[in-house]
């Protein structure tokens, strides 16, 4: 049974950091693409960062980029997104996903496992 769960998400004031965690089980992180997505209130969820099941390259949306990065650690089967800078429209909840069974996309109906969610507020 595949888990992803989630950890690290809360409120904080703009311009703050917050690190999220998505701690996996019932997958190897070194055979899975793996993704942070992003659900604003009232909005759709969207792609927010990636990292290739290699560990080879990563892709982030340009409204976080140079802002958020993400990244892994294989012995603990984790990934992470570190997020600095954070302001208000960065609000939402954030979602790990896990891709085992296609190329490195955004699209977010590659992605066959899905976590809770965590919640991210920014007040101004």
């Known amino acids: 049974q595949v888990q992803l769960v989630e950890s690290g998400g809360g409120l904080v004031q703009a311009g703050g950091s917050l690190k999220l965690s998505c701690a996996a089980s019932?997958?190897?992180?070194?055979?899975?693409?793996m993704a942070w997505f992003r659900q604003a209130p009232g909005k759709e969820r969207a792609f927010t960062a990636g990292i290739r099941w290699s560990g080879t390259e990563t892709d982030y949306a340009d409204v976080v980029k140079g802002r958020f990065t993400i990244s892994r650690d294989i012995t603990k089967n984790t990934v992470f997104l570190q997020m600095k800078g954070l302001q208000p429209e960065d609000t939402a909840v954030y979602y790990c996903?896990?891709?085992?069974?296609?190329?490195?996309?955004?699209?977010?109906?590659?992605?066959?496992?899905w976590g809770q969610g965590t919640q991210v507020t920014v007040s101004s």
């Open positions: 019932g997958i190897t992180l070194s055979n899975a693409n």
């Open positions: 996903a896990a891709d085992t069974q296609s190329q490195f996309t955004r699209w977010q109906s590659s992605y066959n496992y």
